[in-house]
Protein backbone atom coordinates (compact mmCIF):
# COMPACT_ATOMS: atom_id res chain seq x y z
CA UNK A 1 0.00 0.00 0.00
CA UNK A 2 1.57 3.32 -0.97
CA UNK A 3 0.95 6.39 0.96
CA UNK A 4 -0.59 9.58 -0.22
CA UNK A 5 -3.00 9.88 -3.08
CA UNK A 6 -1.54 9.96 -6.50
CA UNK A 7 -3.49 10.15 -9.01
CA UNK A 8 -2.45 8.99 -12.52
CA UNK A 9 -3.32 11.40 -15.55
CA UNK A 10 -2.47 11.50 -19.44
CA UNK A 11 -1.80 14.52 -20.85
CA UNK A 12 -3.30 14.79 -24.54
CA UNK A 13 -1.73 17.87 -27.05
CA UNK A 14 -5.21 20.37 -27.51
CA UNK A 15 -4.16 20.44 -31.09
CA UNK A 16 -3.58 16.70 -32.52
CA UNK A 17 -5.26 15.19 -29.37
CA UNK A 18 -2.30 12.47 -28.76
CA UNK A 19 -1.30 11.38 -25.36
CA UNK A 20 2.07 12.75 -25.30
CA UNK A 21 2.63 12.09 -21.47
CA UNK A 22 1.44 10.20 -18.60
CA UNK A 23 2.37 11.86 -14.92
CA UNK A 24 1.08 11.30 -11.33
CA UNK A 25 -0.29 14.39 -9.87
CA UNK A 26 -2.10 14.52 -5.92
CA UNK A 27 -5.43 15.52 -6.19
CA UNK A 28 -5.25 17.64 -2.81
CA UNK A 29 -2.99 20.63 -3.32
CA UNK A 30 -2.19 20.30 -7.22
CA UNK A 31 -5.79 19.94 -8.84
CA UNK A 32 -5.84 23.53 -9.99
CA UNK A 33 -2.05 24.00 -10.78
CA UNK A 34 -2.45 20.42 -12.80
CA UNK A 35 -5.47 21.66 -15.18
CA UNK A 36 -3.16 22.34 -17.97
CA UNK A 37 0.52 22.28 -18.81
CA UNK A 38 2.61 23.58 -21.59
CA UNK A 39 4.45 20.43 -23.32
CA UNK A 40 6.30 19.26 -26.19
CA UNK A 41 4.23 17.56 -28.71
CA UNK A 42 6.07 15.08 -30.81
CA UNK A 43 3.22 15.18 -33.64
CA UNK A 44 3.02 19.14 -33.89
CA UNK A 45 6.70 19.38 -33.35
CA UNK A 46 6.08 22.79 -31.02
CA UNK A 47 5.44 23.43 -27.44
CA UNK A 48 1.98 23.20 -26.93
CA UNK A 49 -0.89 23.40 -24.04
CA UNK A 50 -2.13 19.61 -22.94
CA UNK A 51 -4.98 18.81 -21.38
CA UNK A 52 -5.54 15.95 -18.74
CA UNK A 53 -7.36 13.63 -18.07
CA UNK A 54 -7.11 11.38 -15.30
CA UNK A 55 -6.43 7.70 -16.06
CA UNK A 56 -7.87 4.89 -13.61
CA UNK A 57 -5.25 3.43 -10.82
ZN1 LIG B 1 0.14 17.78 -31.04
Redesign the pocket.
Known amino acids: MARGKNTFCTWY ?1 T ?2 N ?1 ANYITTYNKRGQEEAMKEKNKY ?1 N ?2 RKH ?1 AHKRKDTKS
Do not use: A, L, R
Request: glycine share 0%; proline share 0%; net charge neutral.
Open positions: CECKCSCI
